[in-house]
């Protein structure tokens, strides 16, 4: 059910972009489109790179046009409104342009995760039978999770063609997995020059399994550090920052008499809220690098939620705070 309102939904934006005529062939949102291109072509999107970024554009100005009134109410301040919706606006569409990226790396990963099971039945086929091409499509039938779609495209179209270089171009160059293509030049070896690569095969199957077991351990491992500093950047600093500031407010009035000029209020909210942007984005990159091995990684699948938690704990916490201010 859910999936039909996904697809209805998808057709629907594809004919509004048609009708629309909106053009990506220009600007920032040319440089959009170039980067998600090889992203939607591993997720194999219904939506092209064009729609998506065309998505991604109009998401950030519904945005900023939603964010105006709470972002005033908030600071009371044209000004300092304008800016936040804007920020706002630039943060909705960063995590539009993350999500075909961490989609893409969610797959890669998980035909990574299922290449040990597939090298091993191929494998023990291929030792029996001396035949690459057979032993492919002995294994072709079975599930490997997203590693079975593309092999059965790969080998069905190796089948018309008889090339196998052209036949697997696209589980060696566009999913751009060192595991996988290792895996595939073998077998295109193999293919091609009749070559026997079992004991080949047996190596990599282990030599990739080995690599899994000690990123599992290593994401043991280092999971409640990592945990603890996702908590301290999305939700202790700015649970205190939004109580530090009401309290200045607080004072001001125990004291009958401002602490600082509404300018000088205004910059200190900007430069808590900033403090928090670029706390969180180191502290995400941080997070990246030790549980995945990549700062963009930490940018593009943690720093969006982390953010999002953050600016939501920091609302709360001047909303609850400020009951006391009056």
Known sequence: MSGEIVQNLELLFKKFVKKARIRTDWGI??????????????????????????????????????????????TESPELALLFSLIGAIFIGYVFITIPTMLAFMKVER????????????????ADRKNMRDALLSVMPMDYGPLSYELRESISNFEVSGNPITAF???????????????????????????????????????????????????SRIGMSTWMIFLSSSFF??????????????LEGLMG??????????????????????????????????????????????????????????IISMKLTGIFVG
């Open 29 to 74: 949102l040319a440089r959009t489109e170039r980067y998600l291109a090889p992203y939607v072509n591993v997720l194999r999107s219904e939506l092209s790179a064009s729609e998506w970024t065309v998505l991604i554009a109009l998401s950030s100005m519904m945005g900023f046009i939603i964010l105006l009134l709470p972002a005033y109410a908030l």
């Open 111 to 126: 035909m990574e995760r299922a290449m040990p099971m597939f090298l091993s039945h191929l494998t023990a086929v291929y």
């Open 169 to 219: 171009r696209r589980l060696r160059e566009t999913i751009k997995s060192r595991r996988i293509n290792r895996a595939f030049d073998l077998i295109i070896k193999s293919i091609e020059g009749g070559v026997n690569v079992s004991e080949s095969l047996g190596i990599l199957t282990n030599n990739i399994t080995s690599d899994l077991e000690a990123e599992a351990e290593k994401s």
């Open 237 to 250: 600093y700015p649970l205190f920052a939004g109580v530090g500031y009401n309290i200045t407010l607080i």
């Open 257 to 314: 008499a401002p602490l600082y000029s509404s300018i000088e209020k205004q910059f200190l909210l900007f430069s808590l809220l900033m403090y928090m942007l670029m706390g969180t984005a180191l502290d995400s990159m941080f997070v990246g690098q030790a549980r995945y091995g990549s700062f963009r990684r930490g940018l593009v699948i943690v720093f969006p939620l982390m953010l999002l938690m953050a600016c939501v704990v920091f």
